[in-house]
């Protein structure tokens, strides 16, 4: 049953707000203590939008933490122990950022500006506070802000058509996670090939908000011959492509290992890197968990899909099943699962359901389209 | 106009949630991650039911970081620059948490348990964070957790009644924000007096989240011959009582003279407590800014309740309403102000409506009412 969210100052608005309106935002959630529209009303046509099409979504949510000065860099690598030796200027790195148990905090995309400038573009947690207490109890030279940007992104496989038609054809070679400083007519944006989707698309890091409903139409302008519309980060989507939700799919015992970020740990990071000496441990003892799609038999309502399900293998409970959501592609519901290691693709599992009835699927691995 | 919240697994619901269905919630915020309601339909009652009666609020959002080990003293000390020497087991005190730079970064209740065990009661932010950031950083012997504890809020003129009517008349003798812990019927809890209100009443630290729904049946039925019913944190009462909502009406400069917080902030605190020299420094200055109440002229709408609005002085900026609400006692928009301290009470101030409208208000001390 739908309930209303309340207007709180706790909780901002973006500065694409007034145009989420005019497109009939019908949802919200809340992320990083701002409001992130998550629907407009059809979610089959949002979805095929972006699977099919290209679709517009407000991020603005996406907070940046912003690192500058001359020890930007050292605390950028301080933070994740992904090393940074390579990370080049213009380039945007999915980094995982551990606490000094070696637990996963957030998962954000480190964004190299200079080599006294970094953004950490951040999931829904305040990572900002992390930061800043590392810095300050390191006597670290560096300021760590949160600016006012604002993410638009444009996600689908007609993306770059519509980026393309906006600023020439010459973006078309930009590579994925590659990004450049750009202006539409006046609006000072950075423009990324990056989004939480793996439909293909760009981010548009609007760096004045003011400018926000005007970007809003260019780009919805620019993207009519496309079919372009207004959606969302799509549940659905993300679980098929296997899309880490840190906050909604983790617990506070959630090692990278256990979510597929073990590539971006180098057990070699230097050792002033937060959590390495733990990381190496626990690497060393192997993940007790991994993350695994679910394809659920046919049939069934998709009950209170903001509750985690036991999953169990002949009655013994072996984890949970931490997101669902119905997938039109494959015509049943489909979910994110962390679950013991012993479970591999193809085994069949159940999983009890929030409203108490039980449900059978199969594992399987990502992407599950 | 009315928007519907999107069930999400990165916001929790409360061990009290099937009741406030029960109890046919109409609206919610989030707050730490979490649903919390924020309205059962008709918010005349509500407030009513608070300033004159009793109501009963679902306030598990209010989440715990727990302080447990050897250090958990020194760490709590370190964490507030409210001198801690004189907090006694049973106790809970309203303590500013600052980071390095002297901003407020919360601002908790925090309750001894024990020598090795205290509890920060925390605003909306990751206090958890910060808290086994200094921990670990500094080398403390000390765990940092949020342990799964809900908070039932009775508040109102009658909330002694209904808790005397659970736990015996002795309760009436627990002088403010002491607190004990107690059962209901075989449900572990913590009572105390204390509440984000200024009518009276008491808080039950739920410590077995299974019981929630147990719980809130329990007070409801305990409260019955008082009227009790449902209701929510009340942005009207807590306006007129000068209660602050950290993150609502703090921004990333506050500071905790600026919010009435200066008798919390001790200059003599131990030289590891985090901030304390930047707050000497703020202290010597003289803050900027301070809150006053503002009582608007009769008339006109309550135009977007989460906007801050300007305030002016013949055309000067001089700082914002951060928050807005109608008082029934008042006949008129209330308003929590942040502004330049050369603003006093009693001032007469431009106020710019987020619909573009000018509106009027007089400047006042707290309480409002």
Redesign the interface.
Known sequence: ?????????????SPYYAAT?EEG???????N?MLMP??YGDPEAEYRRLVEGVAMWDVAVERQVELTGPDAGRLAQILTPRRLDRLAVGTGWYVPVC??RGVL?NDPVLLKHAEDRYWFSIA????L??A???A???GLDVTV??PEVAPLAVQGPRAEDVIAALFGEEIRAIRHFRFREVELDGIPLVLARSGWSRQGGFELYLLEPSRGVDLWHRVRAAGRPFDIGPGAPNPAERIESGLL?W???TD?ATTPFEVRMSRYVHLDAPAEV?GIDALRRIARAGPARHQLGAVFDAGGPLA?????CQVTLEGTLLGHV??RAFSPRLGTIVGMCLVDRRLRPGDRVGVSLPDGAAAAATLAGFPLV
Chains 1, 2 share one sequence.
């Open positions: 049953m739908p309930h209303e969210i309340s207007p709180s100052p706790r909780i901002r608005r309106l935002v019908t949802a919200f959630s809340t992320y203590h998550t629907s606490d000094h905090i829904d947690g305040d990572l506070l992390w800043r207490a590392i300050a109890e390191r802000v949160e939700s906050g909604g799919d506070d937060v209170a899909p903001d509750l985690w931490t997101a």
